[in-house]
T-cell receptor
Framework: EAGVAQSPRYKIIEKRQSVAFWCNPI?????LYWYQQILGQGPKLLIQ????????DSQLPKDRFSAERLKGVDSTLKIQPAKLEDSAVYLC???????????FGEGSRLTVL | RKEVEQDPGPFNVPEGATVAFNCTYS??????FFWYRQDCRKEPKLLMS???SGNEDGRFTAQLNRASQYISLLIRDSKLSDSATYLC?????????FGAGTRLTVKP
């Protein structure tokens, strides 16, 4: 069974530029999560989708971050404009249903200069 | 109070030692609990779910104390390969929240 796919693995941009990350969850998984993990910290939930609806985006900085999950499968997370403090690993995870174990992709490591 | 709090660590133990981590959570209505393991510069991977009656998987034992709102992870006979950061995960409503993690280093 294929795991969660993410791209790109690494991205370096300058502040005020924009960036987009893509995630393809495990086939059949209805729930998709985007987490931000800053070095030395635990993952912080940014947004959670159930199929193509948003379950929770209370911690998403909506002035600069946006995310969508078209057709309830793939998802894209966008940052525009990026700030230095956005440097982190962006982890996508999926689960079969709500409140079940999460399976993570390898993450997208963002460096903002 | 943070939603999910873990022992700050780091824990440095010799091979063969027994080590225990605790994780407290703030929402008494939480019902899903997990321990994840994260190696350096890797993604978190599920170590084990935590069930109400407690559960064991080889050298690993997880327990849940609802009255005091904490979960624990016990590792017996530590191996060098157990060196990693251990993250506890607790649901808040329909979403899953992570603790900051506890770093474990097992030394020869």
């Amino acid at each position: 069974e294929a795991g969660v796919a993410q791209s790109p693995r690494y991205k370096i941009i300058e502040k005020r530029q924009s960036v987009a990350f893509w995630c393809n969850p495990i086939s059949g998984h209805a729930t998709l999560y985007w987490y931000q993990q800053i070095l030395g910290q635990g993952p912080k939930l940014l947004i959670q989708f159930q199929n193509n609806g948003v379950v929770d985006d209370s911690q998403l900085p909506k002035d600069r971050f946006s995310a969508e999950r078209l057709k309830g499968v793939d998802s894209t997370l966008k940052i525009q404009p990026a700030k230095l403090e956005d440097s982190a690993v962006y982890l996508c995870a999926s689960s079969f249903i709500l409140l079940r174990e999460l399976f993570f992709g390898e993450g997208s490591r963002l460096t903002v200069l | 109070r943070k939603e999910v709090e873990q022992d700050p660590g780091p824990f440095n133990v010799p091979e063969g030692a027994t080590v225990a981590f605790n994780c407290t959570y703030s929402n008494s209505a939480s019902q899903s609990f997990f321990w994840y393991r994260q190696d350096c510069r890797k993604e978190p991977k599920l170590l084990m779910s935590v069930y109400s009656s407690g559960n064991e998987d080889g050298r690993f034992t997880a327990q849940l104390n609802r009255a005091s709102q904490y979960i624990s992870l016990l590792i017996r006979d530590s191996k060098l390969s157990d060196s990693a950061t251990y993250l506890c995960v607790v649901n808040r409503g329909n979403d899953m929240r992570f603790g900051a993690g506890t770093r474990l280093t097992v030394k020869p």
